[in-house]
């Protein structure tokens, strides 16, 4: 009975303490005519524990419009992931209550590159687990203040044509 107590102790002890994986994964970003980079990402945790994983975003040198969504289901104890944080740079996603679906959204912040997330959370299995979460990020150059400029100038000439248009 004692070695017993023993192992259940240590088994304790183990659970409260445990982390699952740490991952790092290199997402390439795709993109298009209108020059906006996009990719979907994801991860699956075969432990249970706490988790800090990092996913650096290539090509992001410069300065971008960054929107980014998580999101995680799990009805069971085993592939129930919690998110505690989730950031960009140091922007903040903003994230839902803690269930058995949870998401995390960020909608258009400017931000320098290279992007780098890190993602903070929990796989609550108390043994194995099989646990995943995908993502989505989506991002665009922020315009240069020339644009603006000319964009307010056009406004101005098509204002000064209509004006001359009224009748008299």
Request: a negative charge; charged letters at 10%.
């Amino acid at each position: 009975m004692k070695l017993s107590a023993i192992a259940l102790a240590a088994a304790l002890a183990a659970s409260t303490g445990a982390y699952a994986e740490d991952l790092t994964n290199n997402v390439n970003l795709g993109g298009n005519a209108a020059d906006i980079l996009t990719a979907s990402f994801g991860v699956t945790h075969l432990e249970s524990g706490g988790f800090y994983d990092t996913f650096n975003f290539s090509p992001t040198n410069g300065d971008w419009l960054v929107d980014s969504s998580l999101i995680t289901i799990g009805f069971r104890p085993e592939s129930d992931i919690d998110f505690f944080s989730a950031e960009i740079n140091g922007h903040f996603l903003t994230l839902s209550p803690i269930g058995g679906y949870e998401y995390a959204v960020m909608m258009q912040e400017p931000i320098t590159g290279p992007l780098v997330m890190h993602v903070y959370g929990r796989v609550n299995g108390m043994f194995d687990a099989s646990a995943s979460y995908a993502g989505t990020i989506n991002i665009m150059p922020v315009p240069e203040p020339a644009t603006y400029g000319m964009l307010m100038g056009g406004l101005g000439i098509l204002a000064w044509l209509a004006r001359g248009r009224k009748p008299a």
